[in-house]
């Protein structure tokens, strides 16, 4: 069944994502990183005027809707900002960051002093200072962030970024196969354009599947969220694993009918590429949230078009 989501919402991100655009685009990416005070100067002032960061995620469906679909459009830009950390902090927290106790880095976490660190397994601690900009691992933003004691807590806000997190990735991968789709039409090798190979044709269409598969996952996950919260885990976990599966096959067409040049600095398509790198390591990559999702539907089970039944209990966290 395709979940209807309330149309202001939605609404609400395609109005986002085409004040991104007049702004720059994924020009925005290239000037941030250029100069990293036009995060705050450029960007900053486009999230506040917009009123995104006054939406309340938990308040109700249709607030739920617009934070994805502002993640969406960031996404859709590689907006240099840590949007999702700002959008999954419930009241009095302000921001989240989603990390790895043994590898604690975060996108912009240079933006995220006083933010609440949350790992896998609920523990929680206050970023206290960040590093310098660790480019050659994952994109032009990560940065090492230290944090005083961790304390245990609850995994929600946790969830909450994995959502969000899908949702900007799903804008991510949907910019880069419409890059990716007009460059066939326009690249010709042996006077045809490289659209008219069926080669090409069919690699375009299996990634355009993929997309669709991931925004099914986005609505239904993010209904379940709504419904259920926390205990939401299982669906989340389940959308991770579509994002990570459908980010590498998308990526990977996209790369490939671009070739070398998607690859460069001057094209769109790498910073696009890189925009997701970290989310989609960290705090698990494919290997660890498959194992986190099994482990909680053998703990919980899984209420899908087939249910899964499980042993009640405490999903086991990876990471």
């Keep these: 069944m395709r979940i209807e989501l309330p149309s202001d919402g939605l609404e609400f991100g395609r109005t986002l994502a085409s004040a991104f655009v007049k702004a720059g685009g994924v020009n925005l990416a290239r000037a941030a990183f250029a100069d990293p005070a036009a995060r705050e100067r450029v960007v900053l002032p486009i999230l506040e005027l917009s009123g995104v960061l006054e939406v309340d995620a938990r308040e109700g469906l249709d607030e739920l809707t617009a934070v994805a679909s502002a993640s969406r459009a960031a996404g859709s830009v590689a907006l240099p900002y840590p949007l999702v950390g700002l959008l999954a902090a419930p009241v009095g927290m302000p921001g989240v960051l989603f990390v790895s106790r043994t590898a604690l880095r975060a996108e912009?976490?240079?933006?995220?002093?006083?933010?609440?660190?949350?790992?896998?397994?609920?523990?929680?601690?206050?970023?206290?200072?960040?590093?310098?900009?660790?480019?050659?691992?994952?994109?032009?933003?990560?940065?090492?962030?230290?944090?005083?004691?961790?304390?245990?807590?609850?995994?929600?806000?946790?969830?909450?970024?994995?959502?969000?997190?899908?949702?900007?990735?799903?804008?991510?991968?949907?910019?880069?196969?419409?890059?990716?789709?007009?460059?066939?039409?326009?690249?010709?090798?042996?006077?045809?354009?490289?659209?008219?190979?069926?080669?090409?044709?069919?690699?375009?269409?299996?990634?355009?599947?993929?997309?669709?598969?991931?925004?099914?996952?986005?609505?239904?996950?993010?209904?379940?969220?709504?419904?259920?919260?926390?205990?939401?885990?299982?669906?989340?976990?389940?959308?991770?694993?579509?994002?990570?599966?459908a980010a590498d096959r998308v990526l990977k067409v996209c790369h490939q009918v671009h070739a070398a040049v998607g690859f460069t600095d001057e094209h769109d398509l790498s910073w696009l590429s890189r925009y997701g790198q970290l989310v989609r390591r960290s705090p698990v990559g494919s290997s660890g949230t498959l194992a986190w999702l099994s482990a909680q539907i053998e703990a919980t089970g899984f209420d899908s078009l087939f249910p899964v039944p499980g042993f009640r209990g405490s999903g086991v966290a990876h990471g």
């Design 108 to 245: 912009h976490g240079d933006l995220a002093i006083g933010w609440t660190a949350v790992t896998a397994d609920g523990s929680r601690a206050t970023v206290v200072s960040s590093g310098g900009v660790d480019a050659a691992i994952t994109s032009r933003f990560t940065t090492a962030v230290a944090v005083d004691s961790w304390a245990a807590g609850d995994l929600e806000p946790a969830v909450l970024v994995m959502l969000l997190d899908a949702w900007s990735i799903l804008g991510s991968l949907e910019t880069a196969l419409s890059l990716t789709l007009e460059h066939s039409r326009l690249r010709e090798q042996f006077g045809h354009r490289i659209s008219d190979y069926q080669g090409i044709q069919f690699q375009l269409a299996d990634a355009f599947v993929e997309l669709s598969g991931l925004e099914v996952m986005c609505e239904q996950a993010l209904h379940a969220y709504f419904s259920a919260g926390l205990d939401s885990l299982t669906d989340v976990l389940a959308l991770r694993v579509s994002m990570l599966e």
